[in-house]
């Protein structure tokens, strides 16, 4: 598991969008979402405040062979995506009302990328259930 995996596995642990980390990190979303992707790394001051915020060493953030422990009961994963997944119907609506006149301003891409990072963490919240399902070959 690399750095990126283990920050996404922190943060959707922690029941944290993006942006809410963030903000607790004092970095723009996007700056989380290049780490996510693996595409940059935090400074070593971020990667500090990552160690302190999720109560982690910095070795098991930044060593690939070691991983962290992210392995949550099936009942604890199904929970979590019921948790994310109840305003799923909410999130819809709203996406269509951002879309239907075609333009997207500054607020409402705001409001997008909440919903992105919703969709995103329920997709994961799936793969994961998926996995303990075995359903994976």
Avoid: H
């Avoid at 879309?99 to 990072?117: L, N, P, R, Y």
């Amino acid at each position: 598991m690399n750095f990126a995996e283990k920050l996404l596995a922190l943060r959707t642990q922690a029941g944290y969008s993006q942006e809410v980390l963030a903000e607790k990190l004092n970095v723009s979303r996007q700056a989380v979402s290049k780490w996510e992707l693996g595409t940059t790394l935090p400074e070593t001051e971020k990667l500090i405040s990552i160690s302190t915020l999720f109560s982690v060493s910095i070795d098991s953030l930044l060593i690939d062979s070691i991983d962290l422990n992210t392995n949550d009961s099936m009942e604890r994963v199904v929970l979590k995506f019921l948790s994310s997944a109840r305003d799923m119907d909410q999130l819809s609506k709203e996406l269509v009302d951002i879309t239907c006149d075609g333009v997207i301003d500054a607020s409402e891409k705001v409001k997008v990328d909440k919903i992105i990072d919703t969709l995103d963490s329920v997709a994961k919240l799936i793969d994961e259930i998926k996995q303990k399902m075995n359903l994976y070959d």
